[in-house]
């Protein structure tokens, strides 16, 4: 069974392996535990967990969002992320929902299935959903694009699909 699982502060093993795995950045969607240690990766479960929580907009960019690993049975084979809200800015770059699959389970069909899953998580939120994907990232244009998104318009090296 394929499903995504909301992100706590007792997450263990199994992910910090996962995320060692995904580079730290790659076409614009970052992975912050990747080089951490055990100990610094405790430390980020916590400031993520309370980032799903935060209320409101902090210095006019950090918007509360929460973060889901894809799982395949027990197995962790991604992650993801949800703003609740955007910014101009985040409007502008970055849009509301980002992904990335550890590279072993790449062209498996698993792309397609976090992003379908997020979207429906999303919509659950009310949360507003643009993904704003790097010209040349064809993978993640096709993925985006299966889950039923919409080109709105392509404009400074990224298209900007709307659900
Ligand atoms: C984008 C990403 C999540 C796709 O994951 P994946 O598990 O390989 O995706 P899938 O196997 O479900 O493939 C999705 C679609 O893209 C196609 N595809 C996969 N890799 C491709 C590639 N390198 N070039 C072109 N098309 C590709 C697949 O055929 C599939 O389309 P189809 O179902 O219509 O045939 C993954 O490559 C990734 O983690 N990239 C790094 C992070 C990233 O770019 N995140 C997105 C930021 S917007």
């Not at 992975?31 to 209320?55: I, S």
């Amino acid at each position: 069974m394929i499903y995504l699982k909301k992100l706590t502060v007792s997450d263990g093993e199994d992910i910090y392996e996962m995320m060692q795995e995904i580079p730290a950045e790659e076409n614009g969607f970052k992975n912050p535990v990747y080089g951490k240690n055990y100990d610094g990766y405790l430390e980020w479960l916590k400031k993520a967990a309370e980032g799903a929580e935060r209320v409101g907009i902090v210095d006019g960019w950090k918007v509360p969002e929460t973060l889901f690993w894809l799982y395949d049975g027990l197995r962790p084979i991604g992650f993801g992320k949800i703003r609740h809200l955007l910014t101009d800015a985040l409007r502008a770059a970055g849009g509301s929902i980002g992904y990335a699959i550890r590279p072993s389970e790449r062209k498996k069909g698993y792309g397609n299935k976090i992003v379908e899953l997020l979207v429906t998580e999303a919509r659950k939120m009310g949360a507003e959903i643009l993904l704003t994907v790097h010209n040349g990232n064809e993978a993640s244009l096709k993925a985006a694009l299966n889950a039923g998104g919409r080109i709105a318009k392509t404009e400074s090296g990224r298209y900007y699909i709307e659900f």
